[in-house]
Nanobody
């Protein structure tokens, strides 16, 4: 499966963005999807993830209450709605996939990775 992350951009503090992760190839329904981010000078970290059909997503503590993950298997896409963005959310955001029914916020869980999309939160 190939993954393409999109939807990043420049937003002011307190603003919102909706990231998309769109897949090609493979049976998308079979993939758990994770979102990760890497800020300048920092290690890549887990943001949120969603399991296969009908599962409930998981979130890093800093994302709880601000970010919402969802998936549309018919569109082969997973979305990350990000609200109340802060400058600390500035990073390159990546999506990843693996054929496990459960998802994880840990990078080794995932085999397939897409190229990232830049999110910049600044006034």
């Amino acid at each position: 499966v190939q993954l393409q992350a999109s939807g990043g951009g420049l937003v002011q503090p307190g603003g919102s963005l909706r990231l998309s992760c769109t897949a090609s190839g493979g049976t998308f329904d079979d993939y758990a999807i994770g979102w990760f981010r890497q800020a300048p000078g920092k290690e890549r970290e887990g943001v949120s993830c969603i399991p296969t059909r009908g599962g409930i997503g998981d979130y890093a503590d800093y994302a709880k209450g601000r970010f919402t993950i969802s998936r549309d298997n018919a569109k082969k896409s997973v979305f990350l709605e990000m609200n109340s963005l802060e400058p600390e959310d500035t990073a390159i955001y990546y999506c990843a996939a693996q054929t496990f029914s459960r998802c994880s916020l840990l990078q080794p869980w995932y085999r397939y990775w897409g190229q990232g999309t830049q999110v910049t939160v600044s006034s």
